[in-house]
C-alpha cells in the first residue's frame, strides 16, 4: 500500500518553481466550486485584470493557460504561426532553441539570430535579420534567459520589429514580475509566462497576452490552429467577458485560487516595489557571492536579479555541492542547462524566495560546503560582504 | 484592490468537477518541493503505479499530462496520427464530435460511425466501417459519454478492432474509477481520463496510458508530432523510469500532490469497491427521480451510474431551476451540453460526490424546487422510493 506523501520543506532557490507565500499555499486548498459557478466566473474576471496589471497591459485578450509555460510558448507559437509563415527567432540560450522548435513543428521557417550564451540579444543582428527577411510575419525572443540570467532589451527589439512591420513573441516566464516588462507602452504583441518564478506560485499555469494585432492575426487565419486545446478563438468563448461563458475545457480551478492570490499578493506590495526588491536582494548576493571568489556567466549590465547564473568553482563537484546543500541545509539550488550542463550554478531570488534571510542561508551554506571541500573560502567573509551591499 | 476569495462551499454534482475529498485539499497545500528534488522523483514514481493500478494496466507508458482531460485526448491524437493518416471515429455526444476536430487537426482523416446521442456505440456499425476502411490505422471511441450518459462496450469495439489491425484511442474522463474499465484485459492502446470525475480531485492533469503498441507507434513515427509540450517522446524523458529525469517541462508539483492523494484514497477503498459504490448510489438516486416523475435519457443497460442524464419535465424553466438548487440549497447539477442543451440535466455521482447524503439532498432539493414551481409531485416520495432501492 502506498501511503499520502508529505515532503519535507526546502527553501526553493533555483531556476523555479520559487518558494511559495504560505497565503498561496492556503489558498490551492479551498473548496473547489464549479467552473461555471457565478463565483467562480467572477474571480475569472479579477485574475483576468490583475494580470493586466502584472503585465502592465490592457489587452482584452489577457488569461492564463491552463497549463505550465511550455504551454503558453505553444499557445503563441500555434495561434501566431500558419504553415510556411516565416518567423525570426533570437537564440542566446536553452529557450531559444525551445522556440525554434515550436516554429518547426507550426510547419513554418525559422530564421535564426544567434548570441553567446550569457549575452543578451544583439539588437544590430536583429536588425540586419529583418532587413534581410522582409517576409518575415514574428520576431521571437526571450526576455529573461531562465538557462543563462541573460536580460535582453525587450523594449529596442519590439520597436526594431514594428519598424519592420513584425509581430513579436516574448518569452517573459523569468521575467514577469520580476523585473520592468511594459506590454503596452513597449509594443509587445504575443506574450506568455510562468505563475511558479517571480508570482511565486506554483507551477502549472501560464499567463499569456495579446495585443489587438496579434488578435487579429488570429481571428484572420487561413488555417485552423493546429492544437484544439490551445485555440485562443475557442479559449476565448470561456474567458472572454460576458455572464454567457462557453465550456471549452474544465478549468483547473484550484491551480486558479493559488495564481489568484498570488497576483493579490502581488498588487498589495505594487509592481515597482517587487521589481525593487529583487533588485536589492541581488546586489546582496552578488556581493556575498564574491566574496566567495565567484564569478557571474552574465555582465553586470544584462544581468536578472532573480536568477544568478555563477561559474562553479575549479575542482569543485557540481552535483556533490547541490546534493549537500539539499540534504544538510534543505536549501535547492538550480544546475545549468543545456551547454551550460555542469559548468554554472543557477542561483534563483524570484518572488517570495527574494528576501533576506534566503539570501543568508543561501551564502552560509555554500559558504560552509566549499569550505568542507577544501576552497580556501574566509569563514564569514560572504554574509558580511551582503550585509554591506 | 481586489481581496483574496474565499468561495462559498458547494455540493458538486454535475458532470465534474466533482465534490473533491477534504484530504486532497489538504495535500494541495502542502509545501511546493522541486520538481526534480529526489522526494518528488520517488512520488512520481508511485503516482504512475497507482495509475496503473486505476486503469488496470502495466503499461510502461502511464502519466499525468499537466494539463485537462482536452489536453489528455490531444495528447492521444497528436502522438498516434500523423499527416494522411485515417481514423475511424464514434460519434454519440459531444466528445466524439472533439475527436473529428482532433483527427482534422493532426492533418488524418476522419470516417465517423453515427450513433444517436443517448445511445452506446453500435459495435455492428463499427465492424462495417473497420471492414469498409482496411487502411485505418486508430478506431476512436468514447467509453464514457459525459455529454449523455452512455456506455459503450470499450471491450467489445477494441477486439473489433484488433481483428482489424487497428489501435484504439479511448476516452475513459468519465470512465475512470466510477465504472469497470480494464485497459491490459480489453486491449485498450491510448487512454486518456481526467482527475476531476470519478476521482474527485480537483481539474488540471489528464492521466494517460499508451499500450507497448501505442508506444511503437510513437516512436516509429515519420514526422515529428505536432506539440512540443505533449510529444509523448520527450515527456517520457522526464516521466520515464530511472534516477536521471531529463527537464522537459516544470511539473505542477502541488496538483500532483491532489492526484497522489487522491489515488491513494482510491487504492485504499479498493477499484471493485469504488465501482460497486457508484452502481449502488445511481440505484438510490434512479428510484427517487422516477418518483418524481424524472425519465432518462439512456436505456437502464447502458445507463452510466456516475453521470444521470435525465430529461426535463414539460414546462419546466431549466435555467430557473439550476439556479435556484444553487442560490437556495448551494448545489451544483449540470446544464444539457450540445444537441441536449436545455433538454436535459446532468446529474453527476462522481467519487466522492457518490454517497447517501448527496443523493438524499439532490432528491430533496429538486423536489422542493419542483413542488414550488407547480409540478404535481408527492412530499417526500423521492426519498422514501431512494431508501427502498
Redesign the interface.
Known amino acids: 500500500?502506498?501511503?499520502?506523501?508529505?515532503?519535507?520543506?526546502?527553501t526553493?532557490m533555483?531556476p523555479?518553481?520559487s518558494?511559495?507565500n504560505p497565503?498561496i499555499?492556503?489558498?490551492?486548498?479551498?473548496?473547489?466550486?464549479?467552473?461555471l459557478?457565478?463565483?467562480?466566473i467572477e474571480?475569472m474576471d479579477?485574475t483576468k485584470?490583475?494580470l493586466q496589471y502584472a503585465f502592465q497591459t490592457e489587452n482584452e485578450l489577457t488569461l492564463p493557460v491552463?497549463?505550465?509555460?511550455?504551454?503558453g510558448?505553444?499557445a503563441c507559437f500555434v495561434n501566431l504561426l500558419e504553415p510556411g509563415d516565416k518567423a525570426i527567432v533570437c537564440i542566446n540560450g536553452v529557450f531559444g532553441t525551445?522556440m525554434v522548435?515550436?516554429v518547426?513543428?507550426?510547419g513554418a521557417t525559422a530564421v535564426t539570430v544567434e548570441d553567446d550564451w550569457g549575452k543578451p540579444v544583439d539588437p544590430e543582428k536583429v536588425e540586419a535579420a529583418l532587413k534581410a527577411n522582409p517576409d518575415a510575419k514574428v520576431l521571437c525572443f526571450v526576455h529573461a534567459e531562465t538557462s543563462t540570467g541573460a536580460r535582453s532589451d525587450a523594449k529596442t527589439l519590439a520597436a526594431l520589429a514594428q519598424q519592420h512591420g513584425c509581430l513579436t513573441i516574448v518569452d517573459t516566464v523569468t521575467s514577469l514580475g520580476g523585473v520592468e516588462l511594459r506590454v503596452d507602452e513597449w509594443g509587445l504583441d504575443a506574450v506568455y509566462s510562468?505563475t511558479?518564478k517571480c508570482l511565486s506560485c506554483?507551477?502549472?499555469l501560464s499567463p499569456v497576452t495579446f495585443s489587438e494585432k496579434a488578435a487579429d492575426a488570429i481571428r484572420n487565419r487561413k488555417t485552423?490552429?493546429?492544437?484544439?486545446?490551445l485555440d485562443m478563438n475557442l479559449v476565448m468563448g470561456y474567458w472572454g467577458g460576458g455572464a454567457k461563458r462557453a465550456?471549452?475545457?474544465?478549468?483547473?480551478?484550484?491551480?486558479l485560487?493559488?495564481l489568484?492570490?498570488a497576483?493579490?499578493i502581488l498588487?498589495?506590495e505594487g509592481l515597482e516595489k517587487a521589481w525593487a526588491r529583487h533588485a536589492a536582494m541581488h546586489k546582496s548576493l552578488a556581493a556575498g557571492l564574491e566574496a566567495l571568489g565567484i564569478g557571474f556567466v552574465v555582465d553586470a549590465e544584462y544581468r536578472l536579479p532573480q536568477l544568478n547564473a555563477v561559474t562553479i568553482p575549479e575542482g569543485i563537484d557540481d552535483a556533490a555541492v547541490r546534493a549537500k546543500l539539499?540534504s544538510d541545509y534543505d536549501l535547492?539550488i538550480g544546475a545549468g542547462?543545456g551547454a551550460l550542463a555542469g559548468k554554472v550554478w543557477r542561483i534563483g531570488l524570484m518572488g517570495h524566495s527574494a528576501n533576506a534571510e534566503n539570501v543568508s542561508l543561501c551564502l552560509n551554506a555554500l559558504e560552509s560546503v566549499l569550505v568542507e571541500m577544501g576552497q580556501p573560502v574566509e569563514k564569514g567573509a560572504a554574509n558580511k560582504a551582503a550585509s554591506a551591499a
Chains 1, 2 share one sequence.
Open positions: 500500500m502506498i501511503s499520502s506523501f508529505k515532503p519535507r520543506a526546502r526553493l533555483g523555479g518553481p518558494d511559495v497565503r499555499l492556503e489558498a490551492l486548498g479551498r473548496t473547489t466550486i464549479g467552473h459557478d457565478p463565483q467562480f474571480m479579477q485584470q490583475l491552463s497549463a505550465p509555460g511550455s504551454a510558448m505553444e525551445r522548435e515550436n518547426k513543428r507550426c510562468g511558479q506554483t507551477p502549472g485552423p490552429v493546429q492544437s484544439w486545446f465550456y471549452h475545457h474544465t478549468a483547473p480551478i484550484n491551480a485560487y493559488g489568484h492570490e497576483l493579490v498588487q498589495e539539499l535547492e542547462l
